[in-house]
């Protein structure tokens, strides 16, 4: 059974950094792109970036509104994935879900998403 | 950024209706339109990929159509468990962009 499990979300200030966990099982981790999306409370979806899979080299792209700001990384020996925010802004507040896309493909279909952790960025 | 427009934003229905949406792309996308279910409190979750493409394990009661452009979405018989919100996304290019969503309530 493929389970994604985020950790890391919490309260932090403005300015401020936090890292995100996404905990992968069930699947080859290394044979999928994984993404971020995030949904800000009571808003639609906001993607926020990805990183490609082995056979391409775990490439990342990012949505413009936080690029140069978060990172996305991954470790295969763990099947985890990774989100590295920093400058936080009150803007990011959120559920962060990590996501697999089907198959080995780079088309972003969205086929598993985790339950999502709470980013809250406030003074 | 290609834009998702994505209608009505909300509607009201009752257990056994027709239910249709409607998602149109600022450009051509091909067919490379995926359809989210979202309960309260829960994940998106998968329900058509590919414009037309039914997910593994979703009931045949949902059914999307389109290329292009213009793409609609579709209940057959409304059930209880399907009062959510739902929401197109775009595969074409990135980045990745979804839908306003749409809100169905029970009348």
């Known amino acids: 059974e493929v389970q994604l499990v985020e950790s890391g979300g919490g309260l932090v200030q403005p300015g401020g950094s936090l890292r995100l966990s996404c905990a992968a099982s069930?699947?080859?981790?290394?044979?999928?792109?994984m993404d971020w999306v995030r949904q800000a409370p009571g808003k639609g979806l906001e993607w926020v970036g990805r990183?490609?899979?082995?056979?391409?080299?775990?490439?990342?792209q990012y949505a413009a509104s936080v690029k140069g700001r978060f990172t996305i990384s991954r470790d295969e020996s763990k099947s985890s994935l990774y989100l590295q925010m920093n400058s936080l802004k009150t803007e990011d507040t959120a559920v962060y879900y990590c996501?697999?896309?089907?198959?080995?493909?780079?088309?972003?279909?969205?086929?598993?998403w985790g339950q999502g952790t709470l980013v809250t960025v406030s003074s | 950024d290609i834009q998702m427009t994505q209608s009505p934003s909300s509607l009201s229905a009752s257990v056994g209706d027709r239910v249709t949406i409607t998602c149109q792309a600022s450009q051509d996308i091909n067919n490379h339109l995926n359809w989210y279910q979202q309960r309260p409190g829960e994940a998106p979750k998968l329900l058509i990929y590919?414009?037309?493409n039914l997910a593994t394990g979703v009931p045949s009661s949902f059914s999307g159509r389109g290329s292009g452009t213009d793409f609609a979405f579709t209940i057959s018989s409304l059930q209880p468990e399907d009062f959510a919100t739902y929401y197109c996304q775009q595969y074409d290019n990135l980045p990745l962009t979804f839908g306003g969503g749409t809100k169905v309530e029970i009348k």
């Open positions: 069930g699947f080859t981790f290394s044979d999928h792109y």
């Open positions: 990183t490609t899979n082995k056979a391409n080299s775990y490439t990342t």
């Open positions: 590919g414009a037309s």
């Open positions: 996501a697999r896309r089907q198959g080995s493909s780079a088309w972003g279909i969205i086929d598993y």
